[in-house]
């Protein structure tokens, strides 16, 4: 299966939501693909913090990255996907040439936002990007993840209602909650399977894992 994870909106998450994913689908035997498609490259600079904190220890979870980006993304992944059983593309936040060929050979769309209005407005532009693609690739589905979200659930709900608003994004709907431990693991390149005792950040990992991979 060829996830992508992306949006038109920086810093909602993407590349720790894309790492966590592909960490915890290698953990199941799963020979994953990790693909860099955003142009500041944080997927690759969590991998060389990864090669770094693995370099005297056995890796249960074996993710390979690989930096990938431009309008041939589609082509090139075509030509390398029966090479694994996942490939999993962090996009990055704008509307990229990547992303747009990202989408057309993607099976699954995650789109990250904040519960803030500024970022949840933003997905006119995501519901076209989607609509778009899924002209030429009858296949894709939309994830939508609350990323970052709010403890107290005022801010949740709102963005619950403006989103639940989009008929074609209402099915799949996800909430991760605000957690110091995704950073905290990121920084050693790991993911919160294998650092840390979050199980709630865990299960919420899980939820989304499952959503996709079901």
Not at 48 to 53: F, G, K, M, T, V
Not at 82 to 108: C, F, K, N, P, V
Request: with cysteine.
């Amino acid at each position: 299966m060829i996830v992508l994870i992306g949006g038109i909106k920086g810093g909602t998450g993407k590349s720790t939501i894309a790492t966590n994913l592909a960490v915890l689908r290698a953990s199941y035997g799963h020979k994953t693909l990790l693909i860099d498609a955003d142009e500041q490259r944080s997927a690759c600079d969590w991998a060389n913090q990864r090669s770094e904190y693995f370099k005297d220890k056995y890796c249960d979870n074996e993710v390979t990255t690989i930096a990938l980006s431009g309008k041939y993304l589609f082509s090139e992944v075509r030509k390398i996907c029966e090479d694994w059983d996942d490939i999993i593309i962090d996009a990055g936040g704008r509307d990229t040439t990547s992303q747009r060929s990202a989408l057309m050979i993607a099976d699954r769309y995650v789109v990250p936002f904040k519960p803030r209005s500024f970022d949840v407005w933003t997905l006119a532009s995501v519901k076209n990007l989607y609509e778009d693609a899924s002209v030429h690739n009858h296949k894709l589905s939309p994830i939508i993840v609350i990323n970052q979200a709010d403890a107290r659930g005022h801010d949740n709900e709102e963005a619950f209602e403006i989103l639940m608003d989009w008929i074609t994004f209402k099915e799949k709907m996800i909430f991760i909650g605000n957690r110091k431990s995704f950073a905290n693991a990121a920084a050693e390149g790991l993911s919160i399977i294998e650092k840390g005792k979050d199980t709630k950040a865990q299960d919420e990992l899980l939820n989304l894992f499952n959503s996709i991979y079901e």
